[in-house]
């Protein structure tokens, strides 16, 4: 996998799922604010969030591609020179 595929949604999405899995094994009680009534879905609503981060990280890596090939190539002419930087 390219590095260029990971940005900040799919980060998110990965922190997100880690932290419903842990609500899975471990019970909701470690997804709750201490003194806070425990939550019966907070892993589902985590992993709700995963998804939908996931998707927005999807999307937008696909818009970034496409807006990459649209644009034209660099010509010789057009790159910067060595001496010029």
């Given at each position: 996998?390219?590095?260029?595929?990971?940005?900040?949604?799919?980060?998110?999405?990965?922190?997100?799922?880690?932290?419903?899995?842990?609500?899975?094994?471990?019970?909701?009680?470690?997804?709750?604010?201490?003194?806070?009534?425990?939550?019966?879905?907070?892993?589902?609503?985590?992993?709700?969030?995963?998804?939908i981060?996931?998707?927005?990280?999807?999307?937008?890596?696909?818009?970034?591609?496409?807006?990459?090939?649209?644009?034209?190539?660099?010509?010789?002419?057009?790159?910067?020179?060595t001496?010029?930087?």
């Open positions: 996998m390219k590095l260029h595929y990971l940005n900040g949604f799919i980060l998110s999405a990965a922190a997100l799922l880690v932290v419903a899995v842990a609500g899975v094994i471990m019970g909701n009680q470690v997804l709750a604010e201490p003194g806070s009534p425990v939550n019966g879905r907070a892993w589902a609503e985590y992993l709700l969030a995963a998804a981060m996931l998707v927005n990280g999807i999307l937008s890596i696909q818009i970034a591609n496409e807006a990459r090939s649209r644009q034209p190539a660099a010509t010789a002419a057009e790159a910067p020179k001496s010029d930087v």
